[in-house]
């Protein structure tokens, strides 16, 4: 995932021709494919980080000529060799990024539950002490906090927004809420495509007991990153329909 994120804050494209300085951390997930360097780990991550990188690259480019200015050397290291819980090879100013993008989208699914078992009946005391119980006493937490750059935080990101927007809309009935859910569910295959298998009964669901209009905007929503998941395979295998 950081090797997409990396290229598309640094290169605004999805691969990279040249090598990355971080290759020999990075195992099997990065390799050399008719000239480029991919990997098969889908975009959907660095949409999520696109903007914690580029304020960490901003601030990483601030210290370092601070740092060539008042210590005389010629260049700063790109690589953080210390020991880091989720993967090595990256500054310690993208690690650190990463981090606190990981806890942000968590605090915002924290939301989304409570809100999603609120507009389902159940009390506020119950709603947050059931939220809590299921954090702590899930494997979440260590993604959170140690492998922040792994899916499974921002999966569950979207899939409780997926959920919030769908129930919201069954509540409030307002259009708005079926376009946001369409976004989350192309973020949410985006991220893993295997997810599409979470949208098959909704999509049936919104077909059978929705208007038109309202199944064209959840259409609408989920468009943007089925493009966005064609154009990084063509980068990606110079093929629309491969996935890696």
Same mark, same amino acid.
């Given at each position: 995932?950081?090797?997409?994120?990396?290229? /598309?804050?640094?290169?605004?494209?999805?691969?990279?021709?040249?090598?990355?300085?971080?290759?020999?951390?990075?195992?099997?997930? =990065?390799?050399?494919?008719?000239?480029?360097?991919?990997? =098969?780990?889908?975009?959907?991550?660095?949409?999520?980080?696109?903007?914690?990188?580029?304020?960490?690259?901003?601030?990483?480019?601030?210290?370092?000529?601070?740092?060539?200015?008042?210590?005389?050397?010629?260049?700063?290291?790109?690589?953080?060799?210390?020991?880091?819980?989720?993967?090595?090879?990256?500054?310690?100013?993208?690690?650190?990024?990463?981090?606190?993008?990981?806890?942000?989208?968590?605090?915002?699914?924290?939301?989304?539950?409570?809100?999603?078992? /609120?507009?389902?009946?159940?009390?506020?005391? =119950?709603?947050?002490?059931?939220?809590?119980?299921?954090?702590?006493?899930?494997?979440?937490?260590?993604?959170?906090?140690?492998?922040?750059?792994?899916?499974? =935080?921002?999966? /569950?990101?979207?899939?409780?927004?997926?959920?919030?927007?769908?129930?919201?809309?069954?509540?409030?009935?307002?259009?708005?809420?079926?376009?946001?859910?369409?976004?989350?569910?192309?973020?949410?295959?985006?991220?893993?495509?295997?997810?599409?298998?979470?949208?098959?009964?909704?999509?049936?669901?919104?077909?059978?007991?929705?208007?038109?209009?309202?199944?064209? /905007?959840?259409?609408?929503?989920?468009?943007?990153?089925?493009?966005?998941?064609?154009?990084?395979?063509?980068?990606?295998?110079?093929?629309?329909?491969?996935?890696?």
């Amino acid at each position: 995932y950081y090797h997409v994120a990396k290229n /598309l804050v640094d290169n605004g494209t999805f691969t990279s021709s040249s090598e990355p300085d971080y290759l020999p951390y990075t195992g099997h997930a =990065v390799s050399q494919y008719k000239g480029n360097y991919v990997t =098969v780990y889908q975009a959907g991550n660095a949409i999520l980080w696109w903007p914690f990188l580029t304020a960490s690259k901003l601030v990483e480019r601030a210290v370092c000529n601070q740092s060539i200015n008042n210590l005389g050397i010629s260049s700063c290291p790109s690589i953080y060799n210390d020991y880091y819980m989720s993967f090595n090879g990256h500054s310690v100013y993208d690690g650190i990024a990463i981090l606190i993008a990981s806890i942000f989208y968590s605090i915002i699914t924290i939301f989304f539950i409570v809100s999603i078992l /609120l507009d389902l009946g159940f009390s506020t005391k =119950v709603s947050y002490a059931s939220t809590a119980i299921v954090y702590f006493s899930s494997y979440i937490i260590a993604y959170i906090f140690q492998s922040p750059s792994y899916s499974h =935080v921002y999966e /569950l990101f979207a899939v409780s927004g997926l959920l919030f927007c769908v129930i919201r809309f069954s509540k409030l009935f307002r259009k708005k809420f079926m376009f946001l859910g369409g976004i989350f569910s192309g973020l949410l295959v985006l991220i893993r495509p295997v997810n599409i298998v979470i949208l098959i009964p909704i999509l049936f669901f919104n077909l059978r007991h929705r208007s038109l209009k309202s199944n064209f /905007l959840f259409i609408l929503g989920g468009i943007p990153f089925a493009l966005i998941y064609l154009l990084y395979n063509f980068q990606s295998y110079a093929c629309f329909a491969c996935s890696g």
